[in-house]
DNA sequence: GTCTATAGCCGGATAGAC
DNA sequence: GTCTATCCGGCTATAGAC
């Protein structure tokens, strides 16, 4: 019937997800897939026309409803600024429970060609940028927005993607990979570097 | 002779680190290697045992040296505040000219195991790691020195590595993955995070 | 040191029975 | 829809001549 059709087709992209994640596109084979999903490789071909199908659709299926989660988090509540600082908390938060979310754009940003590289533009780093980009403009219309806007993305994803390799730099201790020290970093950096439209002095954000 | 030997094994080097760079490391096959290179695949295995630890010598060959030139890179002249300065423009210099050095850096984060991982600590971030740490340290005692540290390593790589991707984003400008402009923006973001422990005042470092 | 030839395995993909 | 069987090409690595 249709409903079975349609749960294995998910049943297998549930089950590619964590491998494509882990090994990236060339590092798993329909074979590999075909025994985590407890089905033969031929029967793959029932579902997705080829492998590299069957990828563009475990990313879709990854990223879909993560732009309209992205929009939800951020309650209209409160100012501009703790907009602001409860997306980040979100957004990091977000990246660091789907682990597998943030290594399929880690790997994308190495691997896929143009095609894939404007679905995850679109499809992931668009929304949070847009709302990032429209609340620091509205907080300091003077500031740098683009590059403060990507430079708090990218800072939210290194932290969390680079832990495996900060562990052998000097100092190194396993809170700096919680998420809630991360995103508490990243806006009182944001903080320092903008300053509210509203004629409030520039004030230093405490450290502790 | 000997001579002869080691032009070949470093020639092999030359050729296999672009290749690497752009496909990782299963990416490539041996075949791919040896027509690039000129010589059969066989040949590959006089110099090589293996394809890992071809792989292995690519990154070491990549990577060697690289910590004295980011040493070489400080002047012991001007204020540490200058130090640093001259230090994320040198360093952002060299992660854009060499393009090779930083894509097998990011295929390592993703793709690397335990060995791998090390080696790129110890061989390549440790050394800008103690140094951008020991000036923040210098200028801000009070700083949080391992985050901000951190933060300016992966914000210069990140800059640099995700211009492909970005330009799919509203407001893109080419001057975006300008080297200078990069810089600027991660000494500015620097600056207003920490205090001269001179006493004097953090003063916001005007945007244009 | 480099070659050709080849072993042996694994890859994506298909054919056709059920 | 799923299976078994299979094609065929590419892969790493080795054997052995030169």
Redesign the interface.
Known sequence: MKDTEINTRIHILDEATPLFAAQ?Y??VSMRDLSKAVGISAAALYHHFSDKRTLYLEVMKHSFVDKATAFARSVTNAGTAIEQLEDFIKGFTLMVNKDQNFR?LV???????DEAR??L???EV??EP??MV?ALIQDIDP??????LT??SI??V???S??A???Q??????TS?SNPS?ISA?VI??LK??I?PAVGVA?E?VP?K
């Open positions: 990236g060339n590092g290594a880690m790997w994308e940003l190495l691997d896929g590289l404007k995850v533009a679109e780093l668009l940028f847009k980009y003077e500031a740098d927005h683009y590059m990507i430079s990218w800072l994803l290194s932290h993607t680079t495996p390799i900060c052998y730099l000097p100092g190194w201790e700096y020290v970093h009182q950096l320092n570097n300053n520039n230093r450290k």
